[in-house]
C-alpha cells in the first residue's frame, strides 16, 4: 500500500483510509445510530483493511452516537495493533446534548475520544464542521494547544471553504471534503488553495453513497440497506435528468473499458495529484477489494477529463 505525507503535519498516511462512518451508525444521524455494522463486522472489515496495507482509519466522535470510536478501540486491544487515527467533533453524540468548536467543548470531546479509542494521543484531528457561533481563532488556539500538549498530532478541517482556508491562513494542515465526479467544486477553489499552501487533502464519499456504482436506477426503489434507502436526504438532489445522463455515460465507457463504474469512480478521484489520499467505507470487507485494485488503474489527462465532463459540479452529500 502506497503512503504519502499528509502536507505539513509530519504524518504519512496510506493511500486509501478506511472510513468509520458505517460502525454503529450512519454517520451522526441519531435516527439510524445502531444500524450500522455492529462490532463483530466492523472487526471484520477492520481486519480485511489491515491486511492490504490500509493502516489509517478515519471515526468521528458523534459516528453512531460514539459507537464507531468504540469499536476500532476493541478492535485495537483485541489485535494489538496500532492504526493511525483521525478522529473529529462538531456534531452533538445525542438528542438534546451540545455541539460545536467552542474551545472548552473540543477539549471535553479530545478527551472523550481519547477514551473510546483507547488511546493517549490522537494522530490526526479535525473540526467536523465550520462553527458559525465560535470565531476561527478561539478553535485554532485550542487545537494548537492540544499539539503542544501532545493530545493530538496534528489537525485539519472538513466541509471547508476556500474563504475558510483563506482565514486560517495556513493553520489547517489539510482539508478533508467531498470529492468525486458528482461533486467536482473543491477542484475550482479549494484544490487550488491546497496545492498552493503544500496542504493534505483527503476526500470522502467518492462514489457519491452509492450513485456511482450504478446501483440506482431512475424510478426504481433504492436497494432497503443502501445509503438511499437508509438516509436519502443527502442525495435526494442528485436525483436529476443531468445527473442520470451523467451515469448512462459513465456505464458505456465503463462498458466499453471492462472495468466496473466504481472502479472508474475511485481512479477518478486518485488521479488528482492534489490528493494525499482517499476515504473509503466499505459495508463489506469484500468491497475493499475494488478500492485496492482501483489504485493500479491509471487515468490518462484525456480520461481524466473526459469523464468529469461526464457530470455537472452536484451537491455535496454529508458523511
Known sequence: MERRALGRTGTSVSRLILGCAGFGGFGSDFDLAGRGEDDAQAAAIMDAAWEYGIDTFDTADAYGGGRSEQAIGKWIRSRGVQPILTTKTFHPMAPGEDRGLGPARIRRQVESSLGRLGVDRIDLYLTHEPDPETSLAETLDVLDELVAEGKIGAYGGSHLTADLLEQADGRYGWVQNSLSLLDQGDAHDVLPLVETRGLGYTPYS??????????????????????????????????????????????????????????????????????????????????????????????????????????????????
Open 206 to 319: 467518492p462514489l457519491s453513497g452509492g450513485w456511482l456504482t450504478g446501483k440506482y436506477r431512475r424510478g426504481a426503489t433504492p436497494p432497503a440497506e443502501s445509503r438511499m434507502g437508509l438516509r436519502p436526504g443527502p442525495y435526494e438532489e442528485l436525483d436529476r435528468d443531468d445527473v442520470w445522463q451523467g451515469i448512462e455515460q459513465l456505464r458505456r465507457w465503463t462498458n466499453d473499458h471492462g472495468i466496473a463504474m466504481a472502479n472508474a469512480a475511485y481512479a477518478w478521484v486518485l488521479a488528482d495529484s492534489r490528493v494525499t489520499a482517499m476515504l473509503i467505507g466499505p459495508r463489506r470487507p469484500e468491497q475493499l477489494a475494488s478500492a485496492v485494485w482501483s489504485m493500479e488503474l491509471d487515468l490518462s489527462p484525456d480520461d481524466h477529463a473526459l469523464l468529469a465532463s461526464f457530470f455537472t459540479p452536484a451537491v455535496t452529500p454529508r458523511p
